[in-house]
């Protein structure tokens, strides 16, 4: 009986965990130095930051040898 409440009780926890996450990484952060006249959520700056990555390895790839 008590594995039954204690299974239901994890999936609580995860919702929960789940959640505070979704809510971190979609709050915007509003004293951001990078941007000064909006805050950027969290996603938006990983976001920025994987695509100029990405900018440039394709510009490294590109140039001839």
């Known amino acids: 009986m008590t594995l039954q409440r204690q299974a239901g009780f994890a999936a609580v926890e995860y919702t929960v965990v789940c959640a505070a996450l979704a809510l971190a990484l979609f709050v915007p952060i509003q004293d951001d130095p990078a941007s000064p006249d909006k805050g950027r959520s969290t996603i938006e700056i990983l976001s920025a930051g ?16």
């Open 50 to 65: 994987l695509q100029k990555a990405y900018k440039n390895f394709s510009h490294a790839t590109s140039l001839p040898l």
